[in-house]
């Protein structure tokens, strides 16, 4: 990420920048992790659980659909309507696109185990530090992050925790779906459940070290505003 300013020994970057890479980091990541057949990533085995079982849409579609209704049901929950989300609605879009482009592009990476286990490996840490980015950036975020973190401020309960609850959620709904439907656990595996315990955790761990060495600031920030650490993730 570009360095803006330093302030002490903290450094200021641009929350439009962190965001931009947290899309963009994420969606490749999540597309790995679909590539390598262990378990798709807990959030998104819910709508990967509803792109086999209604094949008409694709994967990314179902999830911007999915993720629109996270952001109806956050403003049924604060009762008010916020504009800001529905910006977070074009990032999920963003998201979902990107997610096919890196879906159509990691075919042509090898598909042995070892490589497999590997591309999961390494994408666990990057959807962490995807995460901590998104609640930093100061900006609407993609929306299952936006999701976890404002429901996490709703119920006052701590990031990690609230996170976890949500990928473990998701991934039952998908076990139960694909099980009924097409009577196997397809897209829910060894993987899921790892990403499911490991995510939350990862992105609270990535929050604080960010938070000890970066200021984020954005076009909605007021002049001057330092770091807000994001509810622990």
């Known amino acids: 990420m570009q360095k803006q300013q330093t302030s002490g020994r903290r450094i200021t970057v641009r929350g439009e920048l962190a965001l931009a890479v947290a899309v963009t980091i994420n969606s490749f990541a999540v597309a790995a992790t679909v590539y390598a057949g262990l378990g798709i990533s807990p959030v998104s085995s819910f709508p990967y659980a509803l792109s ?4 008409f849409l694709t994967l990314g579609t179902w999830t911007y659909l999915f993720q629109g209704a996270m952001i109806l049901t956050l ?9 800001t989300y529905l910006f977070s609605f074009v990032v999920g879009f963003a998201f979902g696109n990107l997610l096919d482009v890196f879906g159509a592009w990691w075919p042509a990476m090898p598909h042995t ?3 497999r286990i590997l591309y999961f490996a390494l994408s666990c840490p990057v959807i962490g530090l995807g995460i901590a980015l998104s609640n930093r950036c100061k900006l609407p975020i993609i929306p299952a992050d936006l999701f976890a973190r404002d429901l996490a401020g709703i119920l006052n309960k701590p990031f990690p925790r609230v996170k976890m609850t949500i990928d473990l959620t998701c991934v039952t709904v998908a076990a139960l779906l694909t099980a009924g439907f097409l009577h196997n656990l397809q897209g829910v595996g060894a993987g899921t ?3 499911a315990l490991c995510y939350g955790p990862l992105g609270g761990w990535f929050g604080r070290l960010l938070d000890r060495h970066f200021d984020f600031v954005s076009v909605l920030s007021p002049k001057r505003e330092g770091a807000e650490p994001g509810a622990g993730g």
């Open 113 to 115: 185990m070892g490589w």
């Open 75 to 83: 403003m049924i929950l604060r009762r008010r309507f916020v504009p």
């Open 52 to 55: 086999l079982v209604f094949p």
């Open 193 to 195: 459940v790892i990403g």
